[in-house]
């Protein structure tokens, strides 16, 4: 006879189903948000087809386009249509370029990737070393300093942030470029210099959320009996915070990256703009200019998908973590 499962297994062997029906809502999610970038996309103002003709058009040639275009269908069969190619990686062709939105999307979707990437790797340290140092030092002058910091980089409007630095660094200083030249040609060295104003001032946008979500998550953790506990025994503070309150508190901390992060998948427009950067976000603003429906609803969709994909992401990361997750 087998004996009864251990405390660690029925845990484990619990998390796949909880992951499993994380996942499973996320996907019906991302049904339910199909349909609403469908319905908003269909009530935008103008008509692609009289975009593409001009002004000049003829109500007959307006009609004959709208329906080559199949605009003229209902909306119930664009839909499914619609839902149909995106499924099968399909997003239709561009109304306005007259090519596969998929070839146009892959032009832009790198370097959207290398920029959020990019910003990732200095924004989320940076954030870590301010949590952690501002609840270590709860009430001195570095909380006080990197409080203050952060409530003025979260006041900040990211278009005043993207300015100041390029009258800084490009106008006064003239040490970075202020528009952001990304080619497959360029060396690394190149690219990094390019894109170093647009990094800055996404670094500055995300970086104060995720320190304050740090320092309340650990702040709050460094109260409990446990750590009191692990000093008197005496372990340093940095040994009790690295080794027992962030696994702790790394669900919150966790769940505050994936949320600033999936901005600048798709809300970095402003910067983008500014710094002419040839990214995705700025690709969904010439969408809608130029009423190309299945470019806008392909590059929401990919904004949503990577926002549910980071939060899922975050919670598989919370749950194998802190295990007493799973019993909530």
């Known amino acids: 006879m087998s004996g009864p499962k ?6 484990k062997a ?4 909880l992951l499993g029906r994380r996942a499973g809502s996320a996907l019906l ?7 609403v970038i469908f319905a908003i996309a269909g009530l935008l103002p103008g008509d692609a087809a009289q975009e593409a003709l001009g002004q000049s058009a003829t109500p007959e040639q307006v009609a004959a386009l709208r329906h080559e275009m199949g605009l003229d269908q209902p909306a119930p ?5 619609w839902l149909s190619g995106m499924m099968h990686g399909d997003a239709g062709q561009s109304l306005v370029a007259g090519m596969p939105v998929r070839a146009i999307i892959a032009e832009r979707l790198p370097n959207t990737l290398m920029l959020a990437g990019m910003t990732a790797v200095l924004a989320v340290p940076l954030a870590l070393v301010m949590g952690i140092a501002a609840a270590i030092r709860r009430g001195t002058w570095i909380d006080r300093a990197i409080n203050l910091a952060s409530l003025s980089m979260v006041a900040l409007p990211e278009f005043l942030v993207a300015t ?3 009258l800084i660094f490009s106008v006064k200083l003239m040490w970075l470029p202020s528009i952001a030249m990304v080619s497959a040609e360029a060396s690394w060295s ?7 104003l647009p990094i800055l001032s996404l670094t500055v946008v995300v970086v104060a959320q995720m320190a304050r979500m740090t320092r309340a998550a650990i702040a709050d953790q460094l109260d409990r009996p446990y750590v009191e506990m692990a000093r008197l025994k005496g372990a340093s503070l940095s040994r009790v915070v690295l080794g027992h309150v962030l696994p702790n508190c790394l669900g919150p901390i966790v769940n505050a990256m994936a949320l600033s992060l999936s901005y600048l998948m798709g809300g970095a427009i402003i910067v983008e ?6 990214g995705l976000a700025s690709l969904m603003v010439n969408a809608v200019t130029s009423r190309d429906m299945p470019l806008l609803q392909a590059c929401a969709m990919i904004f949503c998908s990577a926002y549910l994909l980071l939060m899922l992401v975050a919670d598989m ?10 019993a909530q």
């Open 77 to 81: 069969v664009r839909y499914a249509r």
């Open 164 to 166: 100041v630095g390029v």
């Open 14 to 17: 619990s998390l796949w189903p």
């Open 273 to 278: 703009t500014i710094f002419n950067f040839p």
């Open 190 to 196: 190149d690219t990094l210099r390019s894109c170093a």
């Open 29 to 35: 999610t991302l049904l339910l948000v199909s349909m």
């Open 6 to 11: 251990t405390g660690n297994g029925a845990a």
């Open 317 to 326: 990361v919370a749950l194998l973590a802190n295990p007493r997750l799973r």
